[in-house]
């Protein structure tokens, strides 16, 4: 059983650190502090803490024209209870995914793929806060097969299947399967995970959640 007594949230205490990236055309990279899905760990790392792999930048690979002025507003994944509105996610002046302000709300980076377009999409959230169990408190209970129903702006309703997860320690974070380029339209669902360490206010691992493209 997971506590709530703990940590500190800075501007990446979100599951997720994104450190600036080319991927697919988006500035894009998920920090070591981040958790992965499905046997991942999650983590509460600073802004600064080094990215998982390093800042490599993936070789380019086919892109889709974006699509101007949509952005996330819904994501659900109804097998785990999750339904939530969505904060746009930006990174801030240390190149940081800066965290949903909401516990109880996912995150998409708005400055990467849109669900929807051929490459890894990001959405991120709190696996807990420091009284509750958070809005990806049940993210390691996803199972491949699993659904997770993306809304978007221009209507849009876009349904991802889960084929994996994946736990990782933050000094191991899997970079180039995380956003490395791909040549479909997928899905990364990423909160914290492992064992909180109260010495560092921080997770050991990430958890991140590899989802693939199955309507629009």
């Not at 600064?48 to 949509?70: F, I, R, Y």
């Not at 009284?131 to 996803?142: R, S």
Request: include cysteine; hydrophobic fraction near 40%; charged fraction near 10%.
């Amino acid at each position: 059983m997971r506590k709530f007594s703990r940590r500190n949230w800075g501007a990446i205490g979100i599951a997720a650190a994104l450190v600036v990236m080319a991927v697919s055309g988006s500035a894009l990279a998920i920090a070591a502090s981040s958790r992965s899905i499905a046997g991942t760990s999650h983590s509460t790392s600073s802004a600064h803490e080094g990215a998982a792999g390093g800042t490599q930048t993936p070789d380019a690979g086919p892109t889709t024209a974006p699509k101007a002025g949509v952005t996330v507003t819904h994501v659900s994944i109804p097998d785990i209870g999750v339904s939530s509105d969505i904060e746009l996610l930006t990174l801030d002046p240390a190149g940081a995914l800066l965290p949903p302000v909401d516990f109880n709300k996912a995150g998409w980076y708005s400055g990467g793929v849109v669900p929807g377009q051929i490459g890894p999409a990001i959405i991120a959230g709190h696996i807990d806060s420091v009284t509750a169990p958070a809005v990806f408190a049940n993210l390691h209970k996803v199972t491949p097969g699993m659904k997770i129903l993306v809304s978007l702006s221009d209507g849009s309703a876009i349904t991802f299947e889960a084929n994996r997860s994946e736990v990782a320690p933050k000094t191991q974070f899997p970079s180039s399967s995380v956003y490395g380029n791909v040549p479909t339209p997928q899905l990364r669902v990423i909160t914290c995970d492992g064992t909180f360490n109260p010495a560092t206010g921080h997770y050991d691992d990430n958890l991140v959640v590899y989802a693939t493209l199955v309507t629009t």
